[in-house]
């Protein structure tokens, strides 16, 4: 037996799950082999990739705002390899920021909404982009055959605006939030997303 075939007999089939709170791009050892991309703005944050690895390998994480190598060691031969993975685990809430895309984030907002664009502008929206949020809550909100994907969104929407009027100062909008809260259909099921807010500023 050659060393190429001895390399091989000694490598293993994995099967690897990987769960993100950001949008991700995983490679395998090397930046040249992209093994998956984690897209949360589909509303999944997770993928699983079936690999022939040695015992040990690296994953490569890379997103808009940080770089990270793991290295992982297989598991006993004799042991099925299925590995999860949370890289949640490894981040701090400073890098899950970092990695936030404030413009590919509006893109979504103009063009599909949904839960994790609304997340990152709660936490990269500028002042200028209060008009983008208000507009869409009041657009959400009018959809009369509403269903609950689009509950969802209004309630998230009104997150992200929420801890903008706060941020930069424009309780007006508070008003607005609170408006759309009182005819909201979901109370039971997605209240609670902003809630909070709700009722940290009727005490004020």
Do not use: W
């Not at 390998?57 to 890379?62: E, G, P, Q, R, S």
Request: aromatic share 12%; charged share 25%; with cysteine.
């Amino acid at each position: 037996m050659n060393t190429q075939e001895q390399n091989i007999a000694e490598k293993k089939l994995i099967n690897l799950t990987i769960f993100s709170p950001v949008n991700v791009s995983v490679y395998y050892n090397t930046k040249s082999t992209l093994l998956m991309s984690i897209d949360l703005n589909t509303g999944i944050n997770n993928d699983t990739k079936e690999i022939m690895s040695e015992d040990n390998f690296k994953l490569i994480f890379v997103t808009h705002g940080f770089e990270k190598s793991i290295n992982f060691i297989a598991k006993p031969a004799d042991f099925q390899a299925r590995y999860e993975f949370n890289l949640a685990d490894m981040l701090t809430q400073e890098e899950i920021v970092s990695s936030y895309d404030r413009e590919a984030a509006i893109y979504f907002i103009n063009i599909e909404p949904n839960g994790y664009a609304f997340e990152q502008m709660q936490s990269v929206a500028e002042e200028g982009d209060i008009e983008l949020l208000h507009n869409k809550l009041i657009e959400l909100s009018a959809i009369e055959e509403s269903d609950a994907h689009n509950d969802y969104l209004i309630a998230c929407c009104a997150m992200a605006l929420g801890k903008n009027a706060e941020k930069y100062n424009k309780p007006e909008e508070v008003d607005v939030i609170r408006s759309v809260y009182e005819n909201y259909n979901s109370k039971e099921t997605y209240g609670y997303i902003f809630e909070k807010f709700i009722n940290e500023n009727n005490e004020q």
